[in-house]
């Protein structure tokens, strides 16, 4: 599935999300662009988007910083704990 596709998805029942970028290749000078993620940047809940420490800077222009981890298993620790006070 390309970015643009999952980050396209409007679904009420989606309140919490690891998105995993680690592993993406990218390459200086690539589209990042995600039209349609409004849910990335407006939404209360965790929807988190982890990506490589070398990544950081050309991610955090595209995506709300705030939702941006290098730490998968962080990632999913807060989820978890937005989940059981939810």
């Known amino acids: 599935?390309?970015?643009?596709?999952?980050?396209?998805?409007?679904?009420?029942?989606?309140?919490?999300?690891?998105?995993?970028?680690?592993?993406?290749?990218?390459?200086?000078?690539?589209?990042?662009?995600?039209?349609?993620?409004?849910?990335l940047l407006v939404s209360d809940s965790p929807v988190l988007v982890v990506v490589s420490p070398d990544s950081l800077r050309a991610y955090a222009g595209v995506l709300n910083g705030q939702r941006i981890r290098t730490d998968f298993h962080e990632a999913?620790?807060?989820?978890?704990?937005?989940?059981?006070?939810t």
């Open 1 to 39: 599935m390309e970015i643009q596709q999952f980050c396209g998805i409007d679904d009420p029942r989606l309140d919490s999300l690891v998105i995993d970028f680690r592993e993406l290749d990218y390459q200086w000078g690539d589209d990042l662009s995600i039209h349609g993620a409004w849910w």
């Open 76 to 85: 999913l620790e807060e989820v978890e704990a937005y989940l059981q006070r």
